[in-house]
């Protein structure tokens, strides 16, 4: 069975949020008495709202599975980030081209937000290398359009290389406009940008626009 940490207050509110310096979720899983597994479960799904996407949460995974033709969300509920550091684990694909993964934040809605995702397919591919880590504002600013106009700008390889069909750990810094990737614990970032959005705040969760992703052991940690 699996139940939410929150390490430092009870509830989660945007109030709350406002009021600490720092504040850490801490998005794990406990296991409990199986009695009360499904109970815990509906508690964990209650927490997120899935957009475009199915949703299972098995032990301390989150698998998500796309369901449309547009990218997946799972946002977090009461969640308004604005500065922060999160960590997770990550789990992708490694046929080319069938897995893109990673975070969305700043957000207004389903079509206005900020993201960090990854592609694993091209973590240890010599040709594709450098397109591993990818940061992309939408509406306007996807990964195409960026690639054209600032090659090599918002987008690198990641060192040293995961294996694309493993778990990787990803930490995100986020520092209005300043943006820090780190991979696996690195000390190096291995992503380092300035947002192109005026957005200084919104809506956290998670990204995904291919079949399906695994996601675990989410931590954010509000800075301000």
Known sequence: MIRPLIKGHPTITKKTMRSLTLSTLILGFLPFSNLNAQTGIKAIAEKWNPQNCQTIFDKDVIHLTNTSQKTALLWLNNMDLKNGIIELDIKGKEPEGQSFLGIAFHASDNDTYDAIYFRPFNFM??????????????????WDV??????????????????????????????????????????????????????????????????????KNITITQTN
Do not use: M
């Open 125 to 142: 591919s010599p040709e594709r290398k450098e397109y591993a880590v990818q940061y992309i504002n939408i509406p306007g600013n996807d």
């Open 146 to 215: 960026l690639r054209e106009k600032h090659p090599g700008k918002y987008e690198n390889d990641i060192h040293p290389a995961s294996d694309p069909n493993d778990w990787f750990h990803a930490k995100i810094v986020i520092n209005y406009p300043d943006i820090k990737v780190y991979v696996n614990g690195a000390e190096e970032p291995t992503l380092e940008v300035e947002q192109i959005s005026k957005r200084t705040n919104g809506k956290f969760g998670l990204w995904l626009d291919s079949e399906d992703g695994w996601f």
